[in-house]
């Protein structure tokens, strides 16, 4: 199979390398917009910017130029920008016969859509879907055994992610609820930066798991309002990508947390990350999505305010524990 990958970020990179692990499976293109980058990658066989002691299989092919005539030649195309970049890249897409998938979390800054919301916008045409799941990509890139979810409505694009993908290393299970799984790799962005802080505070343990766990189930609550399936929450795309983002330390999110805990302001946070942090940008458009449909999110309502400078850490965890007694099931 020919896949192309666009966008040599950390992911994009890392899944790259796990679609080449295989020599004689499928030919793979990993493409930088950057062309000094593409071409330091192809001299050092490595991503030193995004992907720090790695080395490139010897069948991964490095591009540059014009990602659209590479991915006309595709079977499949991976889009590995993040959630900001999307919108262009499907536009520039369009005519693309070959099933495309993106790796972004979040939910559209601005207009607050989904990814597969803004693909219904701007590329309708394309066959489509969600590469997601709990995944770092140094692991990905380690072949450190990892299971994600190929998200579709789409048979066709979930066959062509499990062909492109499933293996020794990587199990690649596939799913027809879109919404489910983009919400759940939206939220536990915005969670894991809760976590963070948590943590940076020394809140302890419980108060970690508390937090988990109430936070699951906020991203259920939206992700119902928004007619998702309840169980893909439980699934690898829900709890699953919760779990480790939240409590791993290779999550950019939760270092964000870890960083304002510290002291640092939120520019410092996001600068000295070199990387993307989804939930940053996410998390307000999160919140206006629940509040719009009637759907209570005190942890990432929290998580926006701390964000906005409007309330400290210590207010938060006050305003979160002194909230009236509930039944769980609410
Ligand atoms: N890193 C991970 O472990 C991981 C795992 C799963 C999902 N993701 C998601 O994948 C997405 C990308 O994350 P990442 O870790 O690769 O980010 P990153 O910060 O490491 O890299 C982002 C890449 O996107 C490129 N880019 C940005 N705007 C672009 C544009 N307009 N056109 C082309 N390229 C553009 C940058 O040059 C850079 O190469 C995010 O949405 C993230 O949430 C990341
Ligand atoms: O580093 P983060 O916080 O962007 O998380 C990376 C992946 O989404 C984990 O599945």
Not at 65 to 76: I, M
Request: charged content about 15%; aromatic content about 4%.
């Amino acid at each position: 199979m020919k896949i192309v990958v666009l966008g040599a970020g950390a992911w994009g990179t890392a899944v790259a390398i796990a679609a080449a692990a295989h020599p004689g499976r499928h030919m793979v293109q990993l493409w930088a917009r950057d062309a000094q980058q593409a071409q330091a990658m192809q001299a050092a066989r490595a991503n030193a910017r995004y992907l720090r002691g790695l080395t490139f299989p010897p069948s991964l092919h490095i591009a540059w130029g014009d990602a659209f005539a590479l991915a006309r030649q595709a079977e499949l195309v991976i889009l590995g920008t993040p959630m900001s970049a999307l919108r262009g890249m499907l536009q520039a897409l369009h005519g693309c016969s070959a099933p495309v998938a993106w790796l972004c979390k979040g939910f559209e800054a601005g207009t607050g859509l989904m990814a597969h919301e803004v693909c219904a916008q701007v590329a309708p045409q394309l066959a489509s879907g969600a590469f997601s799941g709990p995944s770092f990509a140094q692991e990905v890139a380690l072949a450190q055994p990892t299971a994600l979810v190929a998200a579709s409505r789409d048979a066709h694009v979930r066959e062509a992610l499990v062909a492109g993908f499933h293996g020794p290393a990587l199990r690649v299970y596939a799913s027809d609820d879109i919404v489910g799984v983009e919400v759940g790799g939206a939220v536990k962005n915005v969670l894991a930066i809760a976590t963070g802080l948590c943590d940076g505070l020394r809140l302890g343990l419980n108060a970690r798991a508390a937090l988990v766990t109430r936070g699951l189930a906020e991203m259920t609550r939206l992700g119902l309002a928004l007619d998702a399936r309840a169980d893909t929450f439980m699934g690898l795309s829900g709890l699953g990508d919760l779990v480790l983002t939240a409590t791993g330390d290779l999550s950019r999110n939760r270092r964000v947390g870890l960083l304002l805990a510290e002291g640092q302001t939120l520019a410092q946070a996001v600068d000295s990350l070199g990387h993307v942090a989804e939930g940053v940008y996410s998390a307000r458009t999160v919140v206006q999505r629940a509040r719009a449909l009637g759907v209570e999110m005190p942890i990432a309502e929290c998580v926006v305010a701390l964000l906005d400078g409007k309330l400290q850490p210590e207010q938060a965890v006050a305003q979160l524990m002194e909230r009236e007694p509930r039944p769980e099931a609410q």
